[in-house]
């Protein structure tokens, strides 16, 4: 397997250059640097990781808040023939055994847990320390962030724990200067650079309507976008059972996903949904977080987003292939 940067990125990812600033995020925590990376979505943040894990010994200790996301990851890197795996709920003791003996001889180059999942692992992890620590999603740890997880709180003091400091790398696609004030307080990340790229994202289109009989408008909007895929998002339950109920009898094919769904009906709906060439999904914002469908041709609020971070985190998930 290539060591060197430049021909990992092309002989194992496919690409023919680093996007700004990757590179520069590469070398810093090879170097064994903390840094805080932005990132817009669909701009590459997990290369920043996957790379420097390749290249060093030992292995990575990836923190990811949801288990679809482990799931999509690691099927990913297994493909691209990188050894990686999951530690999370979902799998048996037998299993989490299976992989903690791989990566004690060193097989295994990538390792997902959750941040809960981290702390239930700590007497494991002071016995294997990784060689670093990537924090993804990591606006959850801040208060002032919009999808704020107190499990996230306990992570510095867990790696604090660990026989020798580890580098670590914070990852989010969203923080104002305040959020991300707090993610190197809440994560102890010591004289760590901040790579900020910009958050332009040119080929998506904003369009802002007056609410005005909101069912039909979204009728007239989807008539316009037949056979593409999309996200519908509701501020409710009860109103994305409506929505999705009214554009299935309209002929539209769609799922709906909100936290009111048990674990295997929403498994099944982000399946059909990822699976899909035309797939809409009706949703409040419990569906969304490491999303990477790359065809998603549009984002439409049927109801008023949270806040500015919110919507931009949301919109961020349309045209992640580049495309209008």
């Known amino acids: 397997m290539p060591t ?6 092309k002989t194992i990812f496919g690409f023919t250059s680093f996007r700004s600033p990757q590179k520069e995020i590469i070398e810093s925590i090879s170097g064994g640097d903390d840094a805080l ?6 701009g590459g943040k997990s290369l920043c990781y996957q790379i420097p894990a390749i290249i060093k010994s030992g292995y990575n200790l990836v923190v990811s808040p949801l288990i679809a996301l482990m799931k999509d990851q690691v099927d990913s890197l297994l ?5 990686a795996a999951f530690i999370n709920s979902s799998i048996e ?3 989490r055994n299976a992989i903690r003996e791989k990566v004690a001889k060193g097989l295994i180059k990538l390792v997902y847990m959750a941040p809960e999942g981290v702390v239930s692992n700590l007497y494991w992890l002071k016995q294997h320390p990784p060689s670093l620590i990537a924090i993804d999603e990591a606006h959850c740890v801040s208060q002032w962030g919009h999808d704020f997880r107190p499990e ?3 992570l510095a003091d867990a790696f604090d724990q660990l026989p020798r400091r580890v580098p670590r790398m914070a990852l989010t696609a969203t923080a104002n200067p305040m959020v991300r004030m707090d993610i190197v307080q809440n994560l102890n990340l ?16 904003y369009r802002i309507q007056y609410k005005d009989n909101p069912m039909r408008q979204l009728g007239s909007f989807l008539e316009n976008h037949k056979n593409q895929s999309g996200i519908i998002y509701c501020a409710t339950r009860k109103s994305v059972e409506k929505v999705h109920s009214h554009i299935v009898k309209a002929g539209f094919e769609a799922d709906y996903y ?12 982000q399946s059909r949904f990822q699976q899909s060439d035309h797939s809409i999904m009706v949703a409040t914002v419990a569906f969304g977080m490491g999303i990477d469908k790359p065809d998603v041709r549009f984002v439409f609020h049927y109801d008023m987003p949270a806040n500015l971070s919110a919507y931009y985190q949301e919109t961020g998930r349309a045209g992640r292939d580049g495309q209008a």
């Open 37 to 42: 990376v932005l990132m817009p979505t669909g």
């Open 79 to 83: 493909e691209a023939e990188i050894e």
């Open 190 to 205: 010591v004289g760590g650079q901040q790579f900020v790229s910009s958050f332009n994202r040119p080929n998506i289109e």
């Open 152 to 154: 996230y709180r306990d």
């Open 4 to 9: 060197d940067a430049d021909q990992i990125l």
């Open 93 to 95: 003791v037998a299993q």
């Open 258 to 269: 909100h936290a009111g769904l048990n674990t295997n009906q929403r498994d099944m709906a």
